[in-house]
């Protein structure tokens, strides 16, 4: 009982890490691509609660709405209007696999002794040092809204016209050609 | 207290996992979750060192990763649905138009 009262936040890290990851092994590994996408989702959350762990609440917020809302809902719409009865049937992996699965592991075998290497045993900072803005101690979103609307305004609006470009361009893609209408 | 170096091997495995599906995966719209797994490794990268250095600059970023997250599965899904249209398929290897 103490040890898990003295190391509760390592274990529910542990616990969201492993939600992530089997999240993730499941986009690669599962045929079907509904289940892919439902295991999408769940790597989504569990990237969202490591998020909370490392006080980037307004960011877990974002990520559950725009990914776990918006970017999934896009996805499963996307599998259900492409018939997936009939794609699901066909081969699900390009062959061959073994240089795929070389690249994979060797990618993260090498990062991750990297990254042990280079921060093994470094803690972080105190959450209070994030959200000192001014001298004055905010809240997590407001704090991120400071940085944004006044250091970052410039990639913000930026941004937002990327937005919009991307919305015109995808309504150009999906709209259907009307008769007698050139490509 | 969580060590920094935690966060980056999740991260690391899931960019890894990204990348293994990037190159395994057939079905086009598999190969795009793919590509929001690498950038969701990518945001968790930017919070870990956020909290790591003390600067909150690192959770301004995945902020705009999000954004040209959502945008680039739009025109991805997009394109699927116009490729759905053409060739009564989603597998990458039945676009070999371009192909040099």
Known sequence: MDFL???FAQLVFVFLAAVSLAGALGVVLLRQPVHAALSLLA??????????????????????????????????????????RAAHKEQQYLRPLVPGAV????????LALGAVWALGGRAGAQPGALTAVEGEQLGNTEAVAWLLYRDYLLPFEVVSVLLLVAMVGAIVLGAKKREGERA | MI????????????LACGVAG?????????????????LNAANLNFVAFARQLGDLTGQVFPVFVITIAAAEAAIGLGI???LARLKATVALD???????
């Open chain 1, 103 to 110: 690249v994979g592991s060797l990618l993260f075998a090498a």
């Open chain 1, 43 to 84: 790597s989504f959350l569990g990237v969202a609660g490591l998020f909370v762990l490392a006080h980037g609440e307004f960011l877990a917020a974002v990520q559950v709405l725009v990914y776990a809302g918006g970017v999934m809902v896009l996805f499963l719409f996307v599998i259900m209007f492409v018939n997936v």
């Open chain 2, 80 to 82: 699927i649905v116009q």
């Open chain 2, 3 to 14: 060590p920094t170096h935690w966060y980056f091997v999740v991260s690391v495995a899931m």
């Open chain 2, 94 to 100: 039945s676009v070999k138009e371009m192909r040099g």
């Open chain 2, 22 to 38: 990037l190159l395994l995966r057939r079905n086009f719209i598999t190969v795009l979750m793919s590509v929001e797994l690498i």
């Open chain 1, 5 to 7: 009262v003295a190391h």
